[in-house]
């Protein structure tokens, strides 16, 4: 996967993201992109997706999977720090793309739907052949060169098959995880361990200030 995203990024030097998948899966926090962005992710047993916000609207993004939508929390999170919105809510959204055949193939699905993003085609219009996309896989890592996935007639894009409000807090834009504390001037709720302070601490005093507010 991560040769795959190299030899895009190469190619296509103007799409963001396209980082090393070891980050996801080991869970720890991916760079946030300067832009649009196209990123292959790894979900929990080893199923492959690819997550891009390309031409979506503030605090959105879009997941391209080719069998049942899933979004473990450590998912939620890294989408979240790819996103990294100021808005109170981010806006995750499956797209309806094609659905394989059997449980082997999710990762030539989300080269393909990767591929097709940094083409600038939409993948949830592509019928790819399912059959022939391993030999195709192969013969582009010959030449060194990512080509657009063979695709036959053209699907019906553009539809949700499902979306999910994720509310993000703090400076760092996450969900709510472990021990949360209101700030008592901007009134915003903070991870403690963002903080760098004890939810014992904090509900001993009557007053807390975050770290900007503190500051200010």
Known sequence: MDHVQ?????????????QGVGAVSSNFFIGTPDGPFVQIMNLSNCHWVTASNINCPVGTVNVYDSMTPSSPIAFRKQLAWLLFSNTRHITIR????????????????????????????????????????RAHLLACFTADHIDLFPSSKKRRGGRVKKELHLEVFCHCRQPADGEMVQCSACEGWFHCRCENTDIRRCKSSSVFLCKVCREA
């Open 94 to 133: 499956w797209l309806d793309i094609q659905r394989q055949s059997g449980s082997s193939d999710c990762g030539l699905f989300a080269i393909a739907a990767a591929t097709a993003l940094s083409f600038g085609l939409d993948p949830t219009e592509q019928n790819w052949a399912q059959p022939t996309m």
């Open 6 to 18: 190299a030899l895009l990024k190469r190619q296509q030097p103007h799409i963001y993201g396209l």
